[in-house]
């Protein structure tokens, strides 16, 4: 047994201390950091409240629910940062991207602390294929509501297809490597072409935001 709460104020008190001592983009990007581990841990109550109340088997929980879940949980700060403080675009990509390191890094951590890290195997997958999926996750979400913005198509309907792409993604994820053998060698190199293939056009597109 663990105690996420803890692991979570060991992380994120010296990220706090340095806030005092970083640059305006650096203090956004910790900020969400520290804002992706918390949701981290908020998710992880409500998933458990929902798999103990809906009593699925655990395969089913990761394929249909936690997808949900975690990028709706995940893509609320990000709405709310672009909504109340009208971020410029790099600037919300920025906050986002922080959001998926700092889940995918807190959720790593508790990962690796309840099932030990003996295992290199399990140590890359965790950090090469579920942790870079949560910061593409959040990234494509961004992306999406840059560009409806930009095209000033911003609507209920719009946001709702936006945070499809990332909850698509997840799940398609959580598929592919819930069983063994070739699917889940897809699944598990998918994250990473995933973001070699975004940051082309990010770095085309994008530069000049």
């Known amino acids: 047994?663990?105690?996420?709460?803890?692991?979570?104020?060991?992380?994120?008190?010296?990220l706090l201390v340095s806030l005092f001592f970083v640059t305006k983009s650096a203090k956004r990007f910790v900020g969400a950091f520290l804002t992706g581990m918390a949701i981290c841990l908020i998710g992880a109550y409500i998933g458990g409240f929902i798999d103990i109340t809906a009593a699925m088997p655990e395969g089913e929980t990761s394929i249909f629910l936690?997808?949900?879940?975690?990028?709706i949980i995940k893509f609320l700060p990000?709405?709310?940062?672009?909504?109340?403080?009208?971020?410029?675009?790099?600037?919300?990509?920025?906050?986002a991207?922080?959001?998926?390191?700092?889940f995918a890094t807190f959720e790593n951590c508790c990962y690796i602390l309840s099932s030990g890290a003996d295992s290199l195997p399990y140590v890359m997958i965790r950090g090469l294929a579920v942790g870079?999926?949560?910061?593409?996750?959040?990234?494509?979400?961004?992306?999406a509501?840059?560009?409806l913005r930009n095209f000033k198509v911003i609507s209920f309907a719009g946001i709702v297809g936006a945070l499809s792409l990332s909850m698509s993604f997840h799940?398609?994820?959580?598929?592919?490597?819930?069983e063994p053998g070739l699917s889940s060698y897809?699944?598990?190199?998918?994250?990473?072409?995933?973001?070699a293939i975004l940051y082309l056009p990010y770095k085309r597109s994008f530069k000049n935001l």
């Open 66 to 71: 936690s997808p949900i879940i975690e990028e």
């Open 171 to 178: 799940g398609l994820y959580n598929l592919l490597v819930s």
């Open 1 to 14: 047994m663990i105690y996420a709460e803890n692991i979570l104020i060991c992380i994120a008190v010296p």
């Open 145 to 147: 509501l840059v560009l």
């Open 186 to 195: 897809i699944g598990y190199a998918m994250p990473l072409l995933s973001a």
């Open 78 to 95: 990000i709405l709310f940062y672009m909504l109340i403080f009208l971020p410029g675009n790099r600037d919300l990509l920025l906050f």
């Open 132 to 143: 870079v999926m949560h910061i593409v996750c959040t990234f494509v979400l961004s992306m």
């Open 97 to 102: 991207v922080g959001i998926g390191a700092g």
